[in-house]
């Protein structure tokens, strides 16, 4: 349509028109003149906007659902984050709950003994000394550590101190070869020197060569003069195996150590010596023995006594052939 004035004129009409027919409607309410036209275009229109929606819905539906979608992956991805602390939670709970009960059984066997300890953690292993049995301790010479201090933990004898830092210390393990330490036997007091053998059992000998010894006796530390490198009293280990009795002035024993020189992790250094020999007050308490079941057999009686006492076939018991002859 060309711009002319008659299209002008028609253009102000209509909507001249659609004012008044608004006006008309809104003052009307419900009996309005023009609700007929108006159901009459929801019949003629009303299919057309129901497809229309049908057709957009799933489009809609999809985006929602992608929308749902990734809110989902979020919160299980934030799930999993949640389930990998708490798995990491638990896990560092069970292994704190494994060095109190380490700490605890060090406390008690320093107290058994009447040590003074320097509480500290194995952060290394090996050193640059060139020891093939070390640890490095986080506790040195600002911790009060000096240089041939006994080291021990809940179990027993660990090491001694051989080099000490600002901050850290080095310890040779009673494991290794270039370790020996004077050991006292439980109870017969017979004496001897522990000396290291790697992953094997340690080797004492004996300084009396007709000691009578056997497997499970148990030994601990003699000490030494001053207290240094050890304390008295620190258990060592328990015997496994005796060497045949010689003619030699020494007997070789073989010692299990109480300590697990491969998991090491909170240990003590004594810093303190006891005021008195605590002698086997530290050594661990004894396993009740089982108790032994008897087992009473009967032996049978001989087989003369056996055909004896039977019936023979046909045969009257013996008071009843008395009884015929009377």
């Not at 002319?4 to 209509?14: A, G, N, P």
């Not at 070789?252 to 109480?258: D, L």
């Amino acid at each position: 349509m060309r711009d002319t004035r008659e299209s002008r004129l028609l253009l102000v009409l209509l909507i001249a028109i659609a004012f008044a027919l608004i006006t008309v409607d809104i003052r009307g309410g419900e009996e309005s003149p023009v609700d007929g036209a108006r159901q009459a275009a929801a019949a003629v229109f009303g299919p057309v906007e129901n497809g229309v929606a049908s057709a957009v819905d799933p489009i809609g539906n999809a985006i929602g659902a992608v929308r749902d979608s990734g809110e989902r992956h979020d919160r299980i991805a934030a799930l999993e984050r949640e389930n990998a602390a708490l798995k990491a939670k638990l896990g560092s709970d069970d292994r704190n709950r494994s060095r109190v009960r380490e700490l605890d059984t060090l406390l008690k066997t320093a107290g058994a003994g009447q040590y003074g300890i320097k509480g500290a953690e194995v952060i290394a292993i090996g050193a640059a000394q060139g020891f093939s049995w070390t640890v490095t301790i986080d506790a040195g010479a600002n911790d009060g550590i000096e240089r041939d201090m006994t080291v021990l933990n809940g179990s027993g004898l660990v090491g001694r101190v051989t080099t000490v830092g600002p901050s850290t210390s080095t310890v040779l393990l009673a494991n290794d070869p270039d370790f020996t330490v004077g050991t006292r036997m439980e109870n017969s007091d017979e004496l001897g020197f522990a000396t290291g053998q790697g992953n094997g059992p340690l080797l004492v000998q004996l300084l009396n060569g007709k000691a009578k010894v056997k497997p499970g006796d148990r030994l601990v530390t003699f000490g030494s003069q001053a207290d240094k490198p050890f304390v008295p009293g620190v258990p060592v280990g328990e015997i496994v195996r005796v060497d045949p009795l010689g003619g030699g002035l020494t007997r070789n024993v073989y010692v299990r150590p109480y300590v697990g020189f491969s998991k090491l992790d909170i240990v003590g250094v004594v810093v303190q010596a006891p005021r008195t020999n605590p002698r086997d007050m530290v050594l661990p308490p004894k396993p009740k023995p089982a108790p032994t079941v008897t087992v009473t057999v009967t032996p049978p009686p001989p087989e003369g006594e056996r055909q004896a006492g039977q019936q023979q076939p046909g045969q009257k018991p013996e008071n009843e052939q008395q009884g015929d002859q009377t």
